[in-house]
């Protein structure tokens, strides 16, 4: 009888105790949920993110769902490597025409530019009207046709035109048409809009591309100044394909 004690009191013993595989299981588990120290690539990461979040002012564009600045100043919908690059820029005296109203008006607006803008839809035009007090003019032009001929209505060339709204390829050849002597033509997303971008190369302007991220958007796209000089380049330059970029297919307002 006190052999048969002796056992079970072993057997009740190992039972009250954890496994050897148990405990280490329970540690590895533990070790897995403590927090690790930060290595120097995560810490640069961090300090990455902070600049396009903080500095850049990535974060309050997500937040008030407008392209801003991290002071609440307004920028452009332009990708951030092209909205330092003219930053940059002494825009006083410029004359800059618009297609497609918005913070980019105001943007080059408050740098001293003489902006006019063009808009297709009406509520937005409305809203833009109320912000508008230092533009030149901002017309409503719902077809196709009044929209890309917008330009040549306020009588004058432009140093630069900017192709960022609605019906871009229409939009394109008129600015052709506008230009100053030695003016400029911005194309937002012209890794999209390769049309047009074609189109512009093809009447003598060489592209300068600005790939990057930019305001409100979570995916990056390409930027593109096209200067009015003929290149060796030019036949060989392939069409942006930003990384981390999105494709797109032409609907019926390209």
């Not at 063009?118 to 809203?127: L, N, R």
């Not at 012209?190 to 512009?200: C, E, G, K, M």
């Amino acid at each position: 009888m006190s052999a048969v004690r002796t056992a079970i009191a072993g057997r009740l013993a190992r039972q009250s105790r954890p496994s050897t595989l148990a405990t280490q299981a329970t540690q590895a588990a533990q070790a897995d949920t403590a927090p690790q120290p930060l290595t120097a690539a995560d810490l640069a990461l961090r300090d990455a993110v902070a600049i396009l979040a903080d500095q850049s002012g990535y974060r309050r564009t997500l937040e008030s769902k407008r392209p801003t600045a991290a002071d609440g100043s307004p920028l452009p919908w332009y990708t951030y490597p092209a909205i330092e690059y003219f930053n940059q820029l002494d825009a006083r005296g410029l004359r800059i025409f618009e297609y497609g109203c918005g913070n980019s008006s105001l943007y080059w607006s408050r740098k001293g530019a003489e902006v006019w803008s063009v808009e297709h839809d009406p509520a937005w035009h409305a809203a833009m009207v109320a912000q508008s007090a230092g533009l030149k003019g901002l017309a409503l032009r719902e077809t196709r046709e009044a929209y890309a001929a917008a330009v040549h209505e306020p009588g004058a060339t432009f140093d630069m035109i900017v192709v960022d709204g609605i019906w871009r390829p229409a939009c394109a050849a008129q600015a052709l048409q506008a230009l100053a002597p030695h003016g400029v033509i911005l194309l937002d997303n012209s890794d999209w809009y390769t049309d047009v971008a074609a189109l512009l190369r093809q009447n003598g302007f060489f592209p300068i591309d600005f790939n990057g991220f930019g305001p409100c958007n979570p995916y990056c796209w390409t930027t593109s100044l096209f200067l009015p000089f003929r290149s060796p380049l030019t036949a060989r330059l392939q069409s942006p394909v930003p990384i981390g970029g999105i494709a797109v297919q032409q609907g019926e307002n390209w």
